[in-house]
């Protein structure tokens, strides 16, 4: 049981901070605020001034919370984790929408609202944990290669405009001598840190395994690997719940009923990282056309009257159970496994 809330509201230069006592869920004490520089000074200033205003209470019974704000918000959570500090880093919609209505907007104000969600609850906090130093340098260049492949495509897409226009001047070829230059440049980029995943994964053993069982499965290649084990800290991140991960990358399908209007079908929500979706979809066509049990799947599916998306989504948490169910066991893809449909 916590009896003292700290609120955290991350931004760029500055932190602000709320801090509320209670027992039970009814505030003891005058909330109190302060704002704090977002660096490592900052950090040892605000930790100072909580045990000042903690009116006596033991520091195990200490909540800090805040929203996931990504590399703003984990320089603070690294910090407070290194101290032995309870820290509970929410999804900023969840806050939001357990909040209600509010006309007031402002840094102090969120700081205010994140303490109050942490009061309600705190029965419900995930204690944050720090990536493994080998997880974090993968996800430092699989973002970057992502980076780089966007700049690629935007100056092959150029190129392409360019080869459609009959026109023909010095500027223009120019500029596509240049734009032929910097493709090849990225190219090499990308083959670059290609081979510094390949050898990072390589030298742990952490990494090594999840990837040698998630690659055993015909159709998933070393970018879904790395996207799967990225974005879900080689699954840790869901506790190995596929439903949890399909819900995350948009795969899970939901309906709405609601008395006798109401009636909408099953299907994907918007809210998904787009990316990890498409990628899931690369492994999900792939393996229906190289991994024989996942195309019999499929074809039981589209023999059954569903339409090819519906089915390919199917496909796709399919994979997500299989590859999850083989990580948490620790076990390597099987031929011989029979899918139900």
Same mark, same amino acid.
Request: a positive charge.
């Given at each position: 049981?916590?009896?003292? /809330?700290?609120?955290?509201?991350?931004?760029?230069?500055?932190?602000d901070?709320?801090?509320?006592?209670?027992?039970?869920?009814v &505030?003891t004490s005058?909330?109190v605020?302060n704002? /704090?520089?977002?660096?490592?000074?900052?950090?040892?200033?605000? *930790?100072?001034?909580?045990e000042?205003n903690?009116?006596?209470i033991d520091s195990?019974?200490?909540?800090?919370?805040?929203?996931?704000?990504?590399d703003?918000s984990? #320089?603070?959570?690294?910090?407070?984790?290194?101290?032995?500090?309870?820290?509970?880093l929410?999804?900023?919609?969840c806050?939001?929408?357990?909040s209600g209505?509010? %006309?007031?907007?402002?840094?102090? !104000?969120?700081?205010?609202?994140?303490?109050?969600y942490?009061?309600?609850?705190?029965?419900k906090a995930?204690i944050?944990?720090?990536?493994?130093?080998?997880?974090?340098q993968?996800? &430092?260049y699989?973002?970057?290669r992502?980076? *780089?492949?966007?700049?690629?495509?935007? /100056?092959e897409? %150029?190129?392409?405009?360019?080869?459609?226009?009959? &026109?023909?001047?010095?500027?223009?070829?120019?500029i596509?001598q240049?734009?032929?230059?910097?493709?090849?440049?990225?190219?090499?980029?990308?083959?670059?840190?290609?081979?510094?995943i !390949?050898?990072?994964?390589?030298?742990?053993?952490?990494?090594?395994? *999840?990837?040698?069982?998630?690659?055993?499965? #015909?159709g998933?290649?070393?970018q879904n690997? *790395?996207?799967?084990?990225?974005?879900t800290?080689? /699954?840790?991140?869901?506790?190995?719940d596929?439903?949890s991960?399909?819900?995350?990358y948009?795969?899970? #399908?939901?309906?709405?009923?609601?008395?006798?209007?109401?009636?909408?079908?099953?299907?994907v929500?918007?809210?998904?990282?787009?990316?990890?979706?498409a990628?899931?979809?690369q492994?999900?066509? !792939?393996?229906v056309?190289?991994? #024989?049990?996942?195309?019999?799947?499929?074809?039981?599916?589209?023999?059954?009257?569903?339409?090819?998306?519906?089915?390919?989504?199917n496909?796709?948490?399919?994979?997500?159970?299989?590859v999850?169910?083989?990580?948490?066991?620790?076990?390597?893809?099987k031929p011989?496994?029979?899918?139900?449909?």
């Amino acid at each position: 049981m916590k009896n003292l /809330f700290i609120g955290i509201d991350f931004s760029k230069e500055k932190v602000d901070v709320a801090i509320i006592s209670a027992e039970g869920l009814v &505030e003891t004490s005058v909330r109190v605020f302060n704002e /704090f520089k977002n660096s490592v000074s900052g950090y040892k200033q605000l *930790v100072k001034w909580v045990e000042k205003n903690a009116n006596g209470i033991d520091s195990s019974l200490w909540l800090f919370c805040g929203e996931n704000t990504g590399d703003y918000s984990k #320089p603070l959570c690294n910090h407070l984790y290194g101290r032995g500090f309870d820290m509970w880093l929410e999804n900023s919609k969840c806050i939001k929408d357990a909040s209600g209505i509010r %006309r007031l907007k402002s840094d102090r !104000a969120d700081a205010a609202m994140i303490a109050e969600y942490a009061l309600r609850n705190h029965d419900k906090a995930i204690i944050y944990e720090p990536l493994s130093e080998s997880l974090t340098q993968l996800r &430092e260049y699989y973002l970057y290669r992502q980076m *780089v492949i966007r700049h690629r495509c935007s /100056f092959e897409v %150029r190129r392409g405009e360019k080869r459609l226009m009959m &026109e023909k001047s010095a500027a223009k070829t120019v500029i596509a001598q240049s734009g032929k230059h910097i493709v090849s440049e990225l190219n090499k980029e990308i083959a670059k840190i290609d081979r510094k995943i !390949a050898s990072l994964i390589e030298s742990s053993d952490e990494l090594s395994e *999840v990837y040698r069982i998630v690659t055993s499965v #015909p159709g998933i290649g070393t970018q879904n690997a *790395v996207c799967l084990m990225v974005y879900t800290d080689n /699954f840790r991140k869901f506790n190995y719940d596929a439903r949890s991960i399909a819900c995350y990358y948009g795969i899970a #399908p939901f309906g709405q009923d609601s008395g006798t209007s109401v009636h909408v079908d099953p299907h994907v929500h918007y809210m998904a990282n787009r990316h990890i979706k498409a990628m899931l979809t690369q492994a999900a066509l !792939a393996a229906v056309r190289f991994n #024989p049990i996942i195309a019999q799947y499929y074809q039981r599916l589209i023999g059954r009257g569903k339409k090819m998306p519906v089915a390919m989504n199917n496909v796709k948490n399919k994979l997500l159970h299989i590859v999850t169910s083989m990580v948490k066991n620790k076990q390597v893809y099987k031929p011989e496994y029979r899918l139900s449909a």
